[in-house]
T-cell receptor, first 117, second 117 residues
Framework: DGGITQSPKYLFRKEGQNVTLSCEQN?????MYWYRQDPGQGLRLIYY???????QKGDIAEGYSVSREKKESFPLTVTSAQKNPTAFYLC????????????????FGEGSWLTVV | AQKVTQAQTEISVVEKEDVTLDCVYE???????LFWYKQPPSGELVFLIR??????QNEISGRYSWNFQKSTSSFNFTITASQVVDSAVYFC??????????????FGAGTRLAVHP
């Protein structure tokens, strides 16, 4: 079945440690995104990528890094510079619109819980 | 300002009751899209509906219906004859186009719906 797979589902990070969250999609989507969700709040965009080897900062990119070496994969690294990393992280993907804006639907994975211990 | 407001933080109903989730948005763009997503306890965001700014027709899908009114900048979601399986957090989102055709989702804070037997 086509979809977006995130791993691990639960991750614990020690102070000062970098951790990487995996995101793989087999939907043949060009665009991929990372969102952060805090309790009782909506989602906020961390990074997005429209094409392989290219990515852009979202609204809250500080303390995070990404790479896009393959179309299917968009891993997110939460660095030690991120002071409050405990949150729920959601990866998403969509087709890339052409010249005409068409509000393409963004599809989400099941998310990863990150907790600092 | 681009913003989505879901004023109802939590709603609790008894099974078979009808319930309406409110969504009010702000944007100066004339072309935009509105979305509703459902987030069950498992965490994944499930796409429910997409509506463009030029289509104000109401839509019905089974027990779900949506009322889009540009005059009041609202995109409300009604569940008829609610069921326990409808219990989830529901997010309304506004999609705007940015440079390069990239579309960004702006989320509301979500409404937690609890349906009791």
């Amino acid at each position: 079945d086509g979809g977006i797979t995130q791993s691990p589902k639960y991750l614990f990070r020690k102070e000062g440690q970098n951790v990487t969250l995996s995101c793989e999609q087999n939907l043949n989507h060009d665009a991929m995104y990372w969102y952060r969700q805090d309790p009782g709040q909506g989602l906020r965009l961390i990074y997005y990528s429209q094409i392989v080897n290219d990515f852009q900062k979202g609204d809250i990119a500080e303390g995070y890094s990404v790479s896009r070496e393959k179309k299917e994969s968009f891993p997110l690294t939460v660095t030690s510079a991120q002071k409050n990393p405990t949150a729920f992280y959601l990866c998403a993907s969509s087709i890339v619109p052409g010249q005409t804006y068409s509000g393409n639907t963004i599809y989400f994975g099941e998310g990863s819980w990150l907790t600092v211990v | 300002a681009q913003k989505v407001t879901q004023a109802q933080t939590e709603i609790s109903v008894v099974e078979k009751e009808d319930v309406t989730l409110d969504c009010v948005y702000e944007t100066r763009d004339t072309t935009y899209y509105l979305f509703w997503y459902k987030q069950p306890p498992s965490g994944e965001l499930v796409f429910l509906i997409r509506r463009n700014s030029f289509d104000e027709q109401n839509e019905i899908s089974g027990r779900y219906s949506w009322n889009f009114q540009k005059s009041t900048s609202s995109f409300n979601f009604t569940i008829t004859a609610s069921q326990v399986v409808d219990s989830a957090v529901y997010f309304c989102a506004l999609s705007l186009m940015f440079s390069g055709g990239y579309n960004k989702l702006i989320f509301g804070a979500g409404t937690r719906l609890a349906v009791h037997p």
